[in-house]
């Protein structure tokens, strides 16, 4: 079953730390890169997402930043929060309409 | 906008019943994925479908399973004859006809096989 490779699987820091997820993509023809955050008994739902013609982005506390050589992809979060704590997921498309998904980082920040 | 629904959120079947797990895509999304995701791992691709085709269905078991739809009402995935490595959480999602990279996930739906 083909996944994302994704890392750490999972990850534990204090309050304010900066964890930091990382993802490596095989498609070099995607055109878009997103995280996905999902909280025990939800669905996923997109956090943020980066297209390839730069090299860093940021919403609040989140910065996705991109290294097209390293077919690399990485989530940051600033300040991190106990509300953070949460699965997140880094996704690919296969093809023109397969998207699939990193096996998922398991956050905990401690209060 | 009421979002993607999924029903039920929680089905117990005993094994060799069947499972019916139903998703109404968001308002104006024509695609629809159906994904499965075991406890303590990740979104594993099953089926993506645009109304009346079935587009890919790679991750998809040969066997037991079935998706379709139809040109009114819910996708519907189908488990036949369940058995307990069956049990998981399915999500379904969707996304707008243009095929934009964004997937919009619904609650889930957690089977549970006795």
């Known amino acids: 079953q083909q996944q994302v490779k994704q890392s750490p699987q999972s990850l534990i820091v204090q309050k304010g730390g900066i964890p930091i997820i990382n993802c490596a993509y095989e498609?070099?023809?995607?055109?878009?890169f997103p995280w996905y955050q999902q909280f025990p008994g939800k669905g996923p739902a997109l956090l943020i997402a980066?297209?390839?013609?730069?090299s860093e982005k940021k919403e609040g506390r989140f910065t996705i930043s991109f290294n097209k050589s390293a077919k690399q992809f990485s989530l940051h979060i600033m300040d991190s929060q106990p509300g953070d704590s949460a699965t997140y997921f880094c996704?690919?498309?296969?093809?023109?309409?397969?998207?699939?998904f990193g096996t998922g980082t398991r956050l905990k920040v401690l209060a | 906008n009421a979002g993607v629904m999924q029903n039920p959120r929680h089905l117990v079947r005993r094994r060799g019943q069947e499972a019916r797990l139903r998703c109404s895509p968001m308002?104006?999304?024509?695609?629809v994925y159906w994904y499965r995701q075991l406890p303590e791992e990740g979104l594993k691709f099953m089926v993506y479908?645009?109304?009346?085709?079935?587009?890919?269905e790679s991750g998809m078991p040969k066997e037991r399973f079935s998706a379709e739809f139809p040109k009114e009402g819910p996708s519907i995935l189908r488990i036949q004859q369940v058995v307990r490595g069956d049990s998981a959480a399915y999500f379904c999602?969707?996304?707008?006809?243009?095929?934009?990279?964004?997937?919009?996930f619904g609650a889930g739906s957690r089977l549970t096989v006795l």
């Open positions: 999602a969707s996304s707008p006809p243009d095929g934009l990279n964004v997937l919009t």
């Open positions: 498609n070099t023809a995607f055109d878009y």
């Open positions: 980066i297209r390839p013609d730069v």
């Open positions: 996704s690919e498309r296969l093809g023109t309409y397969k998207y699939i």
């Open positions: 308002k104006g999304h024509s695609h």
């Open positions: 479908l645009q109304k009346e085709n079935i587009i890919d």
